[in-house]
Each structure stands twice: as C-alpha cells, then as structure tokens.
T-cell receptor
Framework: KAGVTQTPRYLIKTRGQQVTLSCSPISGHRSVSWYQQTPGQGLQFLFEYFSETQRNKGNFPGRFSGRQFSNSRSEMNVSTLELGDSALYLC?????????????FGPGTRLTVL | DQQVKQNSPSLSVQEGRISILNCDYTNSMFDYFLWYKKYPAEGPTFLISISSIKDKNEDGRFTVFLNKSAKHLSLHIVPSQPGDSAVYFCAAKGNNDMRFGAGTRLTVKP
C-alpha cells in the first residue's frame, strides 16, 4: 500500500498570503488529522476529519481551516499568513479514528513565511 | 499548556549501550501512550505503545515503561544502534484528546 502523501513538500510564502496544503491518506483510511510541528513545541494538533466532517479541532485561530473530500483526501488552508506560521505541517491518516487507531504520518510540507 | 513534556531535547549515546528517553505528562485522563520515531524529511513512524493497565511493554530492542503514579514513561533501546539516530516523540491519549511531546533527538555514535 502506498503511504500518506503530502503536496507540496516545500513552500515559501510572504506575510498576508494564503496557502493550501494537500494530503492523500493511505487507501481505505477515512480519518485524516493535521499537525503543526515547530522547534521546541513538538506536534500540535490542528484538526481531524472523518467522512468529510471535522470531528475534532485543536486550539488554533480561525485562519487555519480544512476540509475533506469524498475520497478522503484532505486539504488544509491558512489565510493571512504570519511569520509564526512557518513550520512543518504533518498529515496523518488512520482507518477510522485517530484516537483509537494507530496513525500513519506523511512526510510533511515545510512552509516558510517571509 | 504542555501536557506532555520531553525535558531532554537531545541525547547522545555510544553504539551498543542503552538509550533511555523520558517523557512526563500532567493529565491523569491520559490512558494510552505511544512513541514515534522521526527521521529527517520523513513523517513520524509508530514505534511502540503501552496502555495504562500495563507498566511495561517490550518489542525487540525497544521497551516502554510506564509509572502512572509519577506520570512518567520512558523508552529504553538496548543495544543502541547508529540507525536509531532520530528524533523520538512521545504521545499520550485520553478523554478523546491526544498530545505530543516536543521530541528528543537521539544520536548513537559508532
């Protein structure tokens, strides 16, 4: 089975712009979660989608949003980018539930905001 | 609000010796704990887990210990190998919440 894929792998944006990141889960997985990784903060949970519905949301401002399509692929959008949004954004998929199932991570998208 | 802490950002050990990575948590609702390993340019991969009903789980060279009263878990790697050099994240689940630590960079020297 192919693993979790994320596109693009690297992205450079400037403050005020918006960005959309994409994640394709492992075939058959229906839960997709997004995380932000910054040095010293570890992985911070952004949100989880299941069957096109947001099931859980972390403590991030409304500038961070996401969606999931009927084929379980997910996109994450960040509007009005700030310098502090520079981070590695990781997507993880699991068969049904990120809480009860083991999560499988993609390689991440490295976002740099200038 | 860091509910899961890995206080050592880095650890260096000699090949063949034991590596001990530590993790502390504050939320008593956490009842399932995991360790992930991350190589550069790759996503974290699941390594080993432990439920709160156990105090030890072993898988080959990797053993996780859980001390519920101290809210502390540790990952032991014996013997350590250069290929184990990576960043290790601990994670805790409970009450429909999941938190990760900031990670510990392990370097195993040949």
């Amino acid at each position: 089975k192919a693993g979790v894929t994320q596109t693009p792998r690297y992205l450079i944006k400037t403050r005020g712009q918006q960005v959309t990141l994409s994640c394709s889960p492992i075939s058959g997985h229906r839960s997709v979660s997004w995380y932000q990784q910054t040095p010293g903060q570890g992985l911070q949970f952004l949100f989880e989608y299941f069957s096109e519905t947001q099931r859980n949301k972390g403590n991030f401002p409304g500038r961070f949003s996401g969606r999931q399509f009927s084929n379980s692929r997910s996109e994450m959008n960040v509007s009005t980018l700030e310098l502090g949004d520079s981070a590695l954004y990781l997507c993880a998929s699991s068969p049904r539930d990120s809480y009860t199932d083991t999560q499988y991570f993609g390689p991440g998208t490295r976002l740099t905001v200038l | 609000d860091q509910q899961v802490k890995q206080n050592s950002p880095s650890l260096s050990v000699q090949e063949g010796r034991i590596s001990i990575l530590n993790c502390d948590y504050t939320n008593s609702m956490f009842d399932y704990f995991l360790w992930y390993k991350k190589y550069p340019a790759e996503g974290p991969t699941f390594l080993i887990s432990i439920s709160s009903i156990k105090d030890k789980n072993e898988d080959g060279r990797f053993t996780v210990f859980l001390n519920k009263s101290a809210k502390h878990l540790s990952l032991h790697i014996v013997p350590s190998q250069p290929g184990d050099s990576a960043v290790y994240f601990c994670a805790a689940k409970g009450n429909n919440d999941m938190r990760f630590g900031a990670g510990t960079r392990l370097t195993v020297k040949p």
